[in-house]
């Protein structure tokens, strides 16, 4: 008998011991069962090549001039950095670059430098070699680290002085070059290196400039109108919030949406003048589990690059134990609140849309898990596949945690994962048939066990040959479900797309299409 799975069930997700809401736990245990191997095991190699110190909490602190600070005094208190309970005024902000913060964009499309577990290209990532000790740098001149010295170089001197080694006693092999140049050095007195200046020069005001590109009528001119020399001026203050990436990079103009784990912002680029979403973790991610499990994501879309049909990503970072990931702004998800009954003609689009996303990731090796509604956006027209927490590889060289169980097909549910991306084919059948029924999906009970068991109500006023599609899509078996290049290929789509989809390739169709034509 078919073993549900209810609200109670756990699925462990990124940065937080919170169940997701609907789901049943994976373990790396259970995929290394379905596979005989260790993917637990993959998953650690490949994370342990990363280097993530520069952003961990117990990564040694970096000064400004990349050489480790002296352990901090413990500091009172202070409010949390940041936070969306705590407003925090274009006031509190400065642009500072990363190298300050420490945190580095974690991942970008243009260079990842990172082992991804979901790169397709996975043998012998060369790492990065470490610039060889050049004799030159072994030799140049120490600064004084003394803590009166220290104490000589405020902040606000660092641009008033010129760079000025001073010998550290302990560089014993000077060339002759550099014992000549010392003694005029020492006369100077103290250091300022050049990056401390040119550190110093990046903490400019943080204003929101308007794009005359990007006429975006989603934009308020207020923004651009806010005084911004109040903000930083030529003094820069850090703030009583402290440094922040995000309130330095970014306006935020409103939250626009909250899942189980994250909360995501509509945002203004202050120096693009452009608008984006940013999604934070709700949870702080405190231990490397919580981290590596957030960057998942991350990784997924970096993986897979753009495609007009997935959420446009662009970078990501850490920052006061919270993962933030820059996308693409939407204009809503599909959502059953608020959204009216989808007439034939969009269930259509939709239907199309997101199946070609779903050919592009699944042509990648990849499964997302978590089809629903929720997960899908609109922008323009255009149907977007985003929430990718949950996406695993289709190979199950990876962990598998499932998605809402009210989309999941019934080989999930029973724990067998040979076809992963079928899941994701029926999740988008179960999708599109609750958006034009209009009623929310059963996550429990005798219609939740029907709909598993291929038993459909009709759905009147749609044309059978939809409805015959939508239930092929959620059929219990999964090698009967079409791929997503077979559904781009329905008959059905001919009128909507002709000539704009991979083919007309009668050999190619799903069989049960073939039949029908
Ligand atoms: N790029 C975007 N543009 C517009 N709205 C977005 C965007 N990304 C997310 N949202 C909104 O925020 C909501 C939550 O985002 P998301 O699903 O990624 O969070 P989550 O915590 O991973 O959710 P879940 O509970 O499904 O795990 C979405 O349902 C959507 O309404
Ligand atoms: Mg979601």
New binding site residues.
């Given amino acids: 008998m078919m073993r549900g799975k209810s609200a109670s069930a756990a699925r462990p ?1 990124a940065g937080t011991s919170q169940p ?2 609907f789901s049943a736990p994976r373990t790396a245990t259970k995929a290394a069962a379905a596979v005989g191997s260790s993917p637990s095991g993959e998953l650690s190699r490949q994370l342990e090549s990363v280097t993530l110190r520069n952003f961990f909490s117990d990564a040694p602190a970096l000064n400004p001039i990349g050489e480790e600070a002296p352990a901090p005094a413990p500091a009172p208190a202070q409010p949390h950095p940041v936070d969306a309970d705590v407003p925090m005024e274009d006031k509190d902000c400065c642009i500072l670059s990363q190298d300050f913060f420490c945190t580095p964009d974690y991942l970008t499309p243009d260079a990842p430098p990172l082992a991804n577990s979901f790169d397709s290209d996975k043998e012998n990532i060369p790492c990065p070699k470490s610039p060889e000790k050049s004799v030159a740098r072994s030799k140049r001149y120490k600064r004084d680290c003394s803590p009166k010295d220290l104490r000589s170089v405020s902040l606000s001197e660092l641009d008033e002085q010129e760079l000025t080694p001073v010998p550290c006693g302990l560089c014993q092999d000077d060339s002759e070059e550099e014992q000549m140049v010392r003694p005029s050095l020492q006369k100077r007195g103290s250091i300022v290196p050049q990056s401390a200046r040119t550190l110093r020069s990046q903490v400019t005001p943080p204003p929101c400039i308007k794009n005359p590109y990007n006429a975006d009528p989603r934009i308020d001119d207020g923004v651009f109108n806010v005084r911004q020399g109040k903000s930083s001026g030529s003094s820069p203050s850090i703030g009583a919030y402290g440094l922040s990436r995000y309130r330095s990079d970014f306006h935020e103009i409103e939250q ?7 909360l ?1 912002f ?1 945002v203004l680029r202050r120096i693009e003048g452009c608008l984006y ?1 940013v ?1 934070r973790s ?1 949870k702080e991610l405190h231990s490397d589990r919580d981290r590596r499990l957030a960057l998942k ?1 991350v990784q997924t879309l970096v993986a897979l690059g753009n495609h007009e049909n997935i ?1 446009g990503y662009f970078t990501s970072w850490f920052e006061t134990e919270k993962l933030y990931i820059q ?7 599909l ?1 059953m609140n608020g959204n009216p009954l989808l007439k034939h003609e969009e269930a259509l689009e939709l239907l199309y849309q997101v199946s070609k996303g779903l050919d592009f990731i699944h042509g990648r090796g990849i499964a997302h898990l ?1 089809v ?1 509604p ?2 899908i ?1 609109v ?1 323009n027209g255009v149907y977007k596949l ?2 990718f ?1 949950c996406a695993t590889l289709i190979d199950r060289s990876l962990p598998i945690e499932e ?2 169980a009210r989309y999941m097909p019934p080989e999930m549910l029973n724990d067998e994962f040979e076809h992963l991306d079928k899941v994701d084919i029926f999740s988008l059948g179960a999708t599109v048939y609750e958006l034009i029924r209009g009623t929310p999906l059963p996550l429990s009970g005798p219609q939740f066990t029907s709909l598993r068991e291929g038993k459909f109500a009709l759905l009147p006023g749609r044309p059978i040959q939809f409805q015959n599609l939508i239930k092929l899509m959620m059929d219990p078996d999964p090698t009967r479900r079409p791929s997503a290049k077979e559904i781009l290929r329905h008959p059905i789509f001919e009128k909507l797309h002709q000539g704009s989809g991979p083919g007309e390739d009668v050999e190619q169709l799903h069989p049960i299409f073939r039949s029908r034509q």
């Avoid at 996308?327 to 998800?333: F, I």
Wanted: with cysteine; net charge positive.
């Fill in positions: 997700r997701r809401r626009i949406g909250r899942g189980n784990f994250s995501v509509k979403a999604k709700i994501e959420v996308m693409e702004l939407c204009d809503r998800c959502s978590d629903k929720d997960n956006y922008k985003g929430d927490g998605g809402d």
